[in-house]
C-alpha cells in the first residue's frame, strides 16, 4: 500500500494544496504560540496520483510558531495525532469534559475518547438542539440482551447536561447489566434527551438466536395492550452472521414478517451493520481461533433486512473547533500499534435477501440487498466517553463509577436512531406527514439533496487480506453506504 510520506506533509503550502486539492486554514488548540494547520475539505489526488495511491494520511500539520502573514509560518509535524484513511485513534478536538475533568481522575490527561460536545457538533446535531429540538413527543425503543443500571444514565445525564426522560428498563431485573446497554441509552440520551418515552426491552439472546430475537422484537409491540404507545424508532444493536443463517427457517421468515408489519405501523427500525468489516462470521472469535470460515465475505443479520435501515460505521479527525477535519470508514487495521484491531464497521451484500425498491442497483450489486444504508461514527479507537459501573459486563475493573471509551455500530446505531427521531419532531411541529419507515426516504434525499449527507470516500472495510469487499468510493457505496447523515442539513430536505 502507497502512503504520501513524511516530507511531502512537509512540502510548502501551495504545494500541498496545488497536490491534494484543497485549501489549508489555521485553527486555534488553546496552546500559547500554538495553531494546527488542516485541509478546509477533502483531498483529492490529481491525475498523476489518482489510482496509484490508496491512503492520504498526515494532513495534519502543528504550527508551532507563527505571524501575521502566511512566509513566516514554521510548520512540522503532528505525528500524535495522524490521520489514517481519514482516522485518528486518538482524541482530536477540544472536549468538553463537563463533570469528568473532577470527578473522574486521570480522564483530562487521557488521548482517548470523543465527548458528546464534540460528537454532536460533528454530526449537526447541536445546531439542532440549540433550535429546540431534543426528541420532544417523540418515543424511541432499545432492543438489548442486557440491562445498564440506571444510575449510569442518570449520572451521564447530570455529567454532560442532558436532563430529560427516565430510561424504563423492561424484563432485565435477572440479567446481568452489559456494556452495550449503557452505550445504547447513553448515545440516545445525548442526542435526544427530552424523548417523551425511552425504553430498553431486554432479553437473553443466544450465539445464533433468531427466535429470541423475533421474541424481543415483538415487546414494544405487543406493549401497546397495555396502554404503552407504539415508538417512533426502534434501535437494534444485535447481529449474526448471516452465512450461518438458515434462508428458509420459520424464525427468519416470521422476524421479516415482523418487521415489514413494523415499517408498515410507521416505525422506523434502525440496526447495526456489524463490527467485523465484511467478515461478520469472525465477529467474537479469538484472533488464534480464526478459520476460512469466519474470515469469508459475510454481512451481518438482520442489518440485511429490506425492512430496516442499517447503520455502518465511520472514523473521525477533528479540528479544534470539533469540525469534521476528515472521516473515512471505519476500520482499525489501518492503524499503526497497539491499535490495530480485527475491527471495521459492517457492510457487504446479503446471499437470502432480495435488493428492495428502494435500493437503487450498483455496478457490484443489483440482485441482493446491500448494507450499510447510511453510517455515522463508531471507532472504538478514541471511542465514545460513556459512565460505567463497576459490575457492568465490559466495563473496567475500578470500583464505584468510571469513563469509559467504547465505540462499534452499536454506538452509529441510537446515533442515528437519535438523529431520525429530531427529524420527527421538526415534522410534527411543522405539519408534515410522520417519517414513518425512513429509508426510501433517505435515498430520494440522497439523490435530490446530496449534500444532506457527508460522502465517505475513503477507505474500506475488509480486515482480511482475503476479502476483496468492500471500499468506499463516491456516492452509495457497501463500506459506508450514503455516508453520514448531517442531521442540521438533512432537516430541510425531509419535506419536498
Known amino acids: 500500500m502507497s502512503r504520501i510520506s513524511a516530507s511531502a506533509r512537509r512540502s510548502a503550502s501551495g504545494t500541498r494544496k496545488k497536490l491534494f486539492g484543497t485549501k489549508w486554514d489555521l485553527y486555534a488548540t488553546g496552546e500559547q504560540n500554538e495553531s494546527v494547520a488542516l485541509p478546509v475539505s477533502t483531498p483529492k489526488l490529481g491525475s498523476g496520483l489518482n489510482g496509484n495511491v490508496d491512503t492520504v494520511s498526515g494532513l495534519r500539520l502543528n504550527v508551532t510558531s507563527h505571524a501575521s502573514t502566511a512566509t513566516s509560518v514554521t510548520v512540522a509535524p503532528r505525528a500524535r495525532a495522524e490521520a489514517f484513511d481519514g482516522g485518528t ?88 447489566p452489559i456494556l452495550e446497554s449503557s452505550l445504547d441509552a447513553m448515545t440516545i440520551a445525548m442526542v435526544a434527551p427530552k424523548l417523551s418515552r425511552l425504553d430498553l426491552w431486554v432479553k437473553a439472546l443466544g450465539e445464533n438466536d433468531p427466535q429470541g430475537a423475533l421474541e424481543l422484537l415483538a415487546e414494544p409491540l405487543e406493549a401497546t395492550t397495555n396502554g404503552t404507545p407504539l415508538p417512533n424508532v426502534i434501535s437494534i444493536s444485535y447481529g449474526i452472521c448471516e452465512a450461518e443463517m438458515k434462508q428458509y427457517t420459520a424464525a427468519r421468515t416470521l422476524f421479516n414478517r415482523q418487521l415489514a408489519a413494523t415499517a408498515a405501523l410507521g416505525i422506523s427500525v434502525v440496526v447495526a451493520a456489524g463490527d467485523s468489516g465484511s467478515s461478520s462470521c469472525a465477529h467474537g472469535v479469538p484472533t488464534s481461533q480464526l478459520t476460512s470460515f469466519d474470515e469469508q465475505r459475510s454481512a451481518s443479520w438482520p442489518a440485511t433486512s429490506p425492512y430496516v435501515l442499517a447503520a455502518g460505521g465511520t472514523n473521525l479527525t477533528l479540528t ?26 459492517g457492510g457487504g451484500d446479503s446471499s437470502i435477501e432480495d435488493r428492495p425498491w428502494w435500493q437503487p442497483p450498483t455496478s457490484e450489486q443489483s440482485t441482493y440487498r446491500m448494507i450499510p444504508d447510511v453510517a455515522a461514527f463508531a471507532d472504538a479507537s478514541p471511542g465514545y466517553a460513556i459512565i460505567c459501573s463497576h459490575g457492568v459486563q465490559g466495563c473496567g475493573a475500578a470500583p464505584g463509577q468510571s469513563i469509559e471509551f467504547v465505540g462499534g455500530t452499536s454506538a452509529a446505531t441510537p446515533l442515528v436512531a437519535g438523529m431520525i427521531a429530531l427529524w420527527d419532531q421538526k415534522a410534527a411541529q ?23 449527507f457527508l460522502d465517505i470516500t475513503t477507505g474500506g472495510n475488509s480486515v482480511f ?32
Not at 323 to 337: C, E, K, L, Q, R
Not at 431 to 452: K, M, Q, T, Y
Not at 471 to 492: C, E, Q, T
Open 430 to 452: 411543522s405539519g408534515w406527514p410522520r417519517l414513518g419507515f425512513v429509508p426510501p426516504l433517505l435515498f430520494s434525499i440522497a439523490r435530490n439533496d446530496p449534500g444532506s
Open 320 to 345: 479544534p473547533s470539533n469540525t469534521i477535519a476528515s472521516s473515512g470508514v471505519w476500520n482499525d487495521t489501518t492503524y499503526p500499534s497497539p491499535y490495530e484491531l480485527a475491527a471495521a464497521g
Open 89 to 176: 485513534p486518538t482524541r482530536t478536538g477540544i472536549p468538553d469534559l463537563g463533570c469528568a475533568a473532577t470527578s473522574y481522575p486521570g480522564t483530562a490527561s487521557s488521548t482517548a475518547g470523543l465527548f458528546p460536545n464534540q460528537i454532536l457538533g460533528a454530526c449537526g446535531i447541536a445546531t439542532l438542539q440549540a433550535q429546540g429540538y431534543e426528541g420532544q413527543g417523540q418515543r424511541i425503543a432499545i432492543l438489548g440482551e442486557g440491562p445498564t443500571p440506571a444510575d449510569d444514565v442518570t449520572a451521564y445525564r447530570n455529567c454532560f447536561g442532558f436532563q430529560g426522560t427516565s430510561l424504563t428498563v423492561h424484563n432485565g431485573s435477572n440479567l446481568s
Open 465 to 496: 487480506s482475503s476479502v476483496s469487499c468492500c471500499k468506499a468510493s463516491a456516492g452509495y457505496d457497501m463500506a459506508s453506504g450514503l455516508g453520514s447523515p448531517l442531521a442540521d442539513v438533512l432537516i430541510g430536505h425531509l419535506h419536498h
